[in-house]
């Protein structure tokens, strides 16, 4: 009697083990996307808008993660090394994709061994200044900068963020010298700028463009190959006789390595179809964001040669975080 019971016992337990097995291997599939910087700002914002689209092909669910420190490395890390399975990836800015490979000495992960998935969107980099500078176009600027060397401040968000590095590459274009005030972050630098504290600020054009369009700054150029859909009136820095001085931020989203092809394919098809929606278009437009949504071929040479470009601009300027 007791050898059936635990015949019966055993039967029962299997059969839980296979339901529990089958539940498991039937689960939802969930994305997880890892922002590694604060919630608030544009890297977090667009990949919000497109998880919104990506919800319906996740019946798990799409969760933005915001892990946040050290210029973007600590979430970076996380992803990194997570299983290569296309369901974490991190979506993210320049820095821990292209940038702080040639600004810190050693790194936790390797940027190089990222894969490639897409480019969710462009913004690009604009000239900033205090409307107390009397100069209106780029050209005046760089003769007014000429004539009062080291005279004019620029704001950064911080040593080695993209607008740092953004007027270093303007400074060794043009010869212009001015004297770098590093700050904690966009707003507190537009603060100042607005406030007449600093001069100068090269910042990205969703951050800038309300202060533009309420006159209480100035924007003089765009960082572009084309004129900006948020800012079709301000010309680019080639049209003003500065055809090198090109400087997007962009926002790519990159795999662990080992990530298949498939895998790599499906979550870029899925992000480009959400990028082709009216209503996305008009909510990254708000952010002065141009949807991208680019294969992942075309992506990894974007990033290589995005990393080559601001390799030799942070040599040059002799940029180092260690």
């Not at 083990?17 to 910087?37: D, I, N, R, Y």
């Not at 202060?211 to 800012?231: N, P, W």
């Not at 040479?301 to 601001?310: D, G, I, P, T």
Request: proline share 8%.
């Amino acid at each position: 009697m007791l050898n059936s019971f635990v015949r019966r016992l055993c039967a029962a337990c299997l059969a839980g083990a296979c339901l529990l097995g089958t539940a498991s291997a039937q689960s939802p599939q969930a994305l997880k996307l890892v922002v590694p910087f604060p919630a608030g700002g544009t890297a977090d914002i667009l990949p919000r808008v497109v998880a919104e689209k990506l919800r319906a092909q996740y019946p798990g669910g799409v969760l933005i993660d915001n892990r946040t420190g050290a210029g973007g490395n600590i979430g970076a890390e996380l992803v990194f090394r997570s299983e290569p399975d296309g369901n974490t990836l991190l979506v993210s800015p320049p820095a821990p994709i292209a940038i702080n490979q040639h600004l810190y000495k050693k790194l936790s992960f390797d940027p190089a061994k990222w894969v490639p998935v897409t480019v969710l969107a462009t913004v690009p980099n604009v000239l900033v200044v205090s409307p107390k500078l009397p100069v209106k176009n780029v050209q005046e600027f760089i003769a007014y900068a000429k004539a009062n060397p080291g005279k004019l401040s620029y704001g950064s968000q911080g040593n080695g963020t993209t607008s740092h590095l953004t007027a270093s590459l303007f400074m060794q274009l043009t010869g212009v010298e001015m004297v770098h005030i590093p700050y904690k972050g966009t707003a507190p630098a537009l603060v100042d700028l607005v406030g007449g504290q600093i001069d100068v600020f090269f910042d990205n054009l969703s951050s800038s463009l309300p202060f533009h369009q309420a006159g209480k700054l100035r924007i003089l150029g765009v960082a572009d190959e084309q004129r900006s859909h948020a800012l079709p009136d301000v010309p680019t820095f080639a049209e003003q006789k500065l055809p090198a001085m090109n400087a997007v931020t962009w926002f790519a989203v990159v795999a662990p390595p080992g990530t298949p092809a498939d895998k790599v394919a499906g979550v870029q098809k899925a992000i480009a179809d959400a990028l082709a929606l009216p209503d996305v278009k008009q909510k990254f437009a708000e952010q002065g964001a141009e949807p991208r949504g680019w294969d992942a071929a075309r992506t990894g040479k974007f990033l290589q040669a995005e990393s080559a470009k601001w390799n030799k601009v942070i040599k040059s300027a002799k940029v180092s975080l260690d």
